[in-house]
Each structure stands twice: as C-alpha cells, then as structure tokens.
C-alpha cells in the first residue's frame, strides 16, 4: 500500500486531518446540469465543480465561473461523448484522429485510447483549458471525464500531455496516490504508483484519495430501484469512512427534469438524487459530526503555485 502524502500539511491543516472536497463533474454539459451545480456552489453544498468546455450549454457554466471567481472551478477534460441522443465535438475540429464516423468524440474510453493520437489528445486538451481561461474563468484544477487519459482499458494512457498542460499552467490534476476506494480496484496501484511519480516530478499537486458512487441507479427501472433513502444511507456510510488526507468525492448533480431525460440513455434519477443529497441537511450533519474538513481546489493550486520558481 502507498503511503499517504503530506498534503494535509502543505495545506497548513493538522496531519490527522480528514479532508474532503466535494467536486460536481459535468458541469455544462447541459442546462439541468448548470441549474443544479450553480445553485450548489452558491449555497455552499459542493466546494468546487469542472467545466465540460466542448458542451452546448458551456457558455452558461463559463459566464457563470468568470462571474464568481472566488469558487473552484476547473476543466472537465474531454475526449469522449457518451450519450446516443445528445453529443459533442473536439474544439479542435472533426479532421483528427478524435472523432467517430459521424465527427463526434468517440462514445467509449476503449476507442480513444485505441485511436487518438497524442497530438491530437495534447492540442485539444490545450484547446479546452484555453478557452476556459479565455472566458475569463480563474480556472482552479483539471480532471478527467470518464477517465480517458489514464490508459484503464489498454494500458495506452495520455498522462504525460496532461501533466504537460498541468505543469504550463500552474494546475493541480485529479489523480489519486491510494487505490483504495469504492470505485477503485487495489489492482490498479502499480499503474498509480507510476503515475504519481510523474506528477511529482512535474511538481503537479495530487489527491490522496478519489472517491465517488455508482454511476448508475440499482435496479433503475424495475420495482427493485434504489431509493433516494439508500442512496443517502450509502453516501452517509462513506463521508463516515475517509480517512486522514485529502479525498476528493465527486458526483454528477442535476436537475431530473425533461430535458435532462431527453439527453441521457440512463441515470437521470441518480442526477437528481445526487443534487438532492449534496442540499441534505443530514448528510452536513455527518460532515461536521465526523470533523471532515471541506477545502476546495483552489487551495490545492495554491499550493502547488508556491512551490514553483
């Protein structure tokens, strides 16, 4: 098992501390995802949130991060476009080796890493950071959808243009040190123990953790679906299991409503059980009952922009 990291104490919190940061992926991917995740941040629910830049509704989610730069705001780093319904482009244009037969972003990680060249991969993640900071967001982090760039499925990863655009711009990368969450399997540790390495010779700031829930609803559809009371009772049982360090959960809040319905294949009750669970008083109750400390990204790129000459 990987040793915890200091971060606790470069962040200037005691080292027994339990950290947490709650991140809300997504964000601009569509209206009902910018309905939820603006109203979270303002309300103080979620401490920081990523930014989809090749999405339609974007624009909203940008204007909104340049209107209030005190808030972690990142970008969401795209090369893949899941939905069957709803779909998007690289900013970098249809002509590369990012796109499907239709131009869109491929659907699954697999195609990417079979197919993307990592040109192509380093131009239009550079496109995307770009064009946040372009927007006038004070762009805090970057991560990942759908973990395109870690290599998961080949082996094939895209890491070192990432921390090539990490390191040019002073940002702090999902990445966790330690395979031990819900989604995590402990197998992967000799490939994030590599990883890390490369972060901490580019002088990247990292987590400690990364932890999150399913994606999915349990038996969405059928009359044995998961209740909104199991997936509090779930996410309950998690806040009360960090551990010392830094752990990042992210979640996928949204408005569950027509649109929102209109553009997924599946999970537009879990987004909506996810909003619901971030504004629950009884889940802030654990927080503060359990001594988790809140921090964003921003004080990670702080203090990763200390550190540099």
Not at 66 to 90: I, K
Not at 185 to 190: E, R
Not at 219 to 237: H, K, M, P, S
Not at 289 to 303: M, T
Request: glycine fraction near 6%; proline fraction near 6%; include cysteine.
């Amino acid at each position: 098992m990987t040793a915890p990291s200091v971060l606790t104490t470069r962040l200037d919190l005691a080292p027994e501390s339990r950290a947490i940061i709650l991140n809300a992926d997504d964000f601009g991917m569509c209206h009902a995802a910018n309905e939820a995740i603006t109203e979270l941040l303002i309300a103080e629910h979620l401490d920081s949130a990523t930014v989809m830049v090749p999405c339609a509704w974007a624009p909203e989610a940008l204007a909104f991060a340049a209107a209030h730069p005190s808030l972690s705001v990142g970008v969401h780093l795209v090369l893949t476009s899941e939905w069957s319904r709803y779909r998007w482009r690289p900013l970098i244009g249809a002509g590369t080796s990012l796109v499907d037969p239709d131009g869109y972003f491929p659907t699954d990680v697999r195609t990417v890493e079979e197919r993307a060249s990592v040109e192509d991969v380093a131009a239009e993640l550079d496109a995307q950071v770009e064009a946040a900071l372009a927007a006038g967001v004070d762009v805090t982090h970057i991560d990942n959808h759908m973990g395109s760039v870690y290599g998961l499925h080949t082996g094939r990863n895209f890491l070192s243009a990432v921390f090539d655009l990490a390191a040019r711009h002073g940002l702090p990368f999902r990445l966790p040190r330690i395979a031990d969450g819900p989604e995590l399997d402990p197998a992967m540790q000799p490939l994030l123990d590599h990883a890390t390495q490369m972060a901490d010779a580019a002088g990247i700031v990292i987590l400690d953790r990364l932890w999150t829930h399913p994606f999915e609803l349990a038996g969405e559809g059928t009359d044995d679906e998961e209740t909104y009371e199991q997936i509090r009772d779930g996410f309950v049982a998690l806040l009360r299991a960090v551990p010392t360090g830094v752990t990042e959960i992210y979640l996928h809040p949204m408005v569950d409503g027509h649109e929102l319905r209109a553009a997924v294949d599946y999970g537009a009750a879990k987004r909506g059980y996810e909003r619901r669970l971030l504004a629950d008083p009884l889940v802030h109750e654990v927080i503060e009952k359990e001594g988790l400390v809140r921090i964003g990204w921003r004080a990670l790129r702080d203090v990763q922009r200390r550190q540099e000459p």
